[in-house]
Nanobody, 121 residues
Framework: VQLQASGGGSVQTGGSLRLSCAAS????????MGWFRQAPGKEREFVAY????????SYGNSAQGRFSISRDNAKNTVDLQMNRLKPEDTAVYYC???????????????WGQGTLVTVSS
């Protein structure tokens, strides 16, 4: 699976951004899709995942209540709507595809190149 993330940019505290990830190469609807992020000097952390069918979602503590993940299996895309952004959300955001619902990086087989989100105070 090839993944291409987009939608990053700069926003002020309290603003919103919508990230998108386009997939190609294999049957998109067979894969769990996740979003991770990595801030400078920190480990890559789980943000959210959505099951292959779209029926199950899970969020990391930092995303709970502010972010929403969705997918369109007809268009081979997965989006991450981010609201009420904070400076601590500043990071490179990566989309990933895997075979099992998971919170760990090791559970994802394919990764996009990342898109930078910068939130200023």
């Amino acid at each position: 699976v090839q993944l291409q993330a987009s939608g990053g940019g700069s926003v002020q505290t309290g603003g919103s951004l919508r990230l998108s990830c386009a997939a190609s190469g294999r049957t998109f609807s067979n894969y769990v899709m996740g979003w991770f992020r990595q801030a400078p000097g920190k480990e890559r952390e789980f943000v959210a995942y959505i099951s292959a069918s779209g029926m199950t979602e899970s969020y990391g503590n930092s995303a709970q209540g502010r972010f929403s993940i969705s997918r369109d299996n007809a268009k081979n895309t997965v989006d991450l709507q981010m609201n009420r952004l904070k400076p601590e959300d500043t990071a490179v955001y990566y989309c990933a595809a895997g075979r099992t619902n998971g919170l760990s990086r090791s559970e994802y087989d394919y990764w996009g190149q990342g898109t930078l989100v910068t939130v200023s105070s």
